[in-house]
Every structure is written in C-alpha cells, then in structure tokens.
C-alpha cells in the first residue's frame, strides 16, 4: 500500500505560479511511477503530467505542456509538480497518483492505470 498525500494549492491570479507536492508513505516510493490529474467541476478526471520511478521520463499533456514541471526527489519520497504561467482554465482539484512497475516506462494516461490516489488539493487560477 501507499499512501498519498497532496499539498501546495491555492488561488492565485493568472500568469502567477504554484507548486504542488505529493508526499509518499508506505511502501518504497521509488518502484512507483507518478502521475498528476486534475479534475474541474462538471468534467472528468484528466491526465495531466506523469514521470517514471527514476525521474528521468517525464510526460505532459499538451495543455500544459512548457508551463508545468514534474519531478520527484526519491529521497524524501516526495513528487512535485512546478505550475507556472497558469491560467483560469487550470483552476481544478489536483490529484497525484501512482502505480508499480518494473522493467521500461511506459507513460500511463489513464486513470485506470494508477492504483493509488491522494485526497486532492485545490488549484483556483482568477483572471
């Protein structure tokens, strides 16, 4: 089991930043690919960012492709994800996410894929 654990949101103006943390416990965070999803009122759960165990893999969704950042310190069993240029359409809950793997990375997009989830935190972006 892992459980996570999401922190860093907020409102902020647009064209301002945040930066968003997943803190990691249970078992080794680092055998588990990451993801960030983000769900808006009245809309489904969307993929937004995922990076493998190793850090050195990283996926965007073409929405916020250049503006965010993923990474992960192993170390401290924590994944962040950096949002910068953000704008009012960003504004959802953020949910980090993960599942095991072994052998080559893949970039998982669907929700299906990811075994476990954080409680979420909210992002509200004001224009």
């Known amino acids: 089991q892992v459980q996570l654990v999401e922190s860093g949101g907020g409102l902020v103006q647009a064209g301002g930043s945040l930066r968003l943390s997943c803190a990691a416990s249970?078992?080794?965070?680092?055998?588990?690919?990451m993801g960030w999803f983000r769900q808006a009122p009245g809309k489904e759960r969307e993929f937004v960012s995922s990076?493998?165990?190793?850090?050195?893999?990283?996926y965007y969704a073409d929405s916020v492709k250049g503006r965010f950042t993923i990474s992960r310190d192993n170390s401290k069993n924590t994944g962040y994800l950096r949002m910068n240029s953000l704008k009012p359409e960003d504004t959802a809950v953020y949910y980090c996410?993960?599942?095991?793997?072994?052998?080559?990375?893949?970039?998982?997009?669907?929700?299906?894929?990811?075994?476990?989830w954080g409680q979420g935190t909210q992002v509200t972006v004001s224009s």
């Open positions: 249970g078992r080794t965070f680092s055998s588990y690919a």
């Open positions: 990076i493998g165990w190793r850090g050195s893999y990283k």
């Open positions: 996410a993960a599942y095991y793997y072994s052998g080559s990375y893949y970039p998982a997009i669907e929700t299906a894929r990811y075994d476990y």
